[in-house]
């Protein structure tokens, strides 16, 4: 039996600058599609999988996420004696058990594998998984359970990977594919926003990663990389050089890049059309809305 996985980072210190001025005071983690936060997704996705230690990289100015996490002593009162007992199981979904989540400070934002390393205490020496917040993954299976279960046969590293559009490589960390099993991919190497020209394929590593300990050690001897930043794509990419076993995992579901304003409404239009008190409103709005666009033009 592989070790479980029952530890995940949530690397949340960005700034979210492409959300300002939403973004000047609360984290952007905490911007909602419909009435649920991006992290709250972030989270269930993690429990359904198994994960028990949530760990949070998180920056100045990130309190709210830490206030949002705790328990609401005033509101919760005030449910009960309300007798509202839909919104007091909603409140208790979004509430941590002490212990059970731990926020770590990244002092500086040099890049997205650095603040994966900022964890490496609390890691030691067990494999982990990894969820950037941003990409929201709507999936009858979690897009990470899907990953742990795919785990359990592979061992070694393991990446969500999708197709992009290959003038979009340069957005993503880009897989070479040594050789493709269908949903899984061997991954003979990996690069970080390559150039169109440059990029080995147009399969993308996408926020979901399980990775093994070597992943932080090798970070710690990183020099910088893309954008001047020291990148989670090329501990990995050292892992396969240091003959360490790396999967690509083509998931089941529908990913939407909520670091984008485009992306973001997306998946607040496709997540208020998947509540039945929403959609019959929302589509006569949107028929409407389009048919008097498309008249106008
Ligand atoms: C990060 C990773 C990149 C990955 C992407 C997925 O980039 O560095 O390898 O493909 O997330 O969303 P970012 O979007 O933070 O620039």
């Known amino acids: 039996m592989r070790k479980r996985i029952t530890k995940a980072i949530f690397p949340v210190a960005g700034l979210g600058t492409r959300f300002l001025p939403a973004t000047k005071s609360i984290p952007k983690e905490i911007l909602s599609l419909v009435d649920r936060p991006l992290i709250q997704y972030a989270i269930d996705e993690a429990r359904e999988a198994g994960i028990k230690e949530f ?147 147009n399969l993308a590593a996408i926020g979901r990663y399980i990775l093994t300990p070597n992943v932080l050690k090798n970070v710690g001897t990183l020099k910088k990389g893309a954008g001047g930043e020291i990148q989670l794509t090329d501990a990995i990419a050292m892992e396969i050089e240091n003959g360490g076993g790396v999967f690509g995992f083509r998931f089941d579901g529908q990913r939407y890049d909520c670091g984008s304003k485009a992306g973001f409404l997306q998946a607040t239009i496709a997540f208020a059309l998947s509540r039945p008190e929403l959609r019959d409103e929302l589509m006569d709005f949107m028929v409407e809305t389009v048919a008097s666009r498309r008249a106008a033009q």
């Not at 509430?95 to 040099?110: H, K, N, P």
């Not at 982990?128 to 999936?139: C, K, N, Q, R, S």
């Not at 742990?148 to 990446?159: D, H, L, S």
């Open 55 to 201: 760990i949070f990289v998180t920056s100045r100015g990130k309190g709210a996420l830490e206030d949002y996490f705790d328990s609401a002593p005033q509101l919760e009162q005030l449910l009960r004696k309300k007798n509202k007992k839909d919104l007091l199981e909603t409140l208790k979904r979004s509430t941590m058990d002490s212990g059970e989540i731990v926020y770590i400070r990244q002092r500086e934002a040099l890049g997205l594998g650095h603040a994966v390393w900022c964890a490496r205490r609390l890691i030691a020496n067990e494999p982990f998984a990894v969820i950037l917040p941003d990409d929201v993954i709507a999936a009858e299976k979690p897009c990470l359970k899907q990953m742990v279960e795919a785990y359990e046969n592979t061992g070694g590293c393991m990446v969500a990977a999708m197709e992009v559009p290959p003038s979009k490589t340069s957005a993503y960390g880009i897989l070479d594919v040594k050789e493709d099993m269908g949903s899984l991919v061997k991954v003979g190497g990996m690069v970080e926003k390559p150039n169109q020209e440059d990029a080995p394929s």
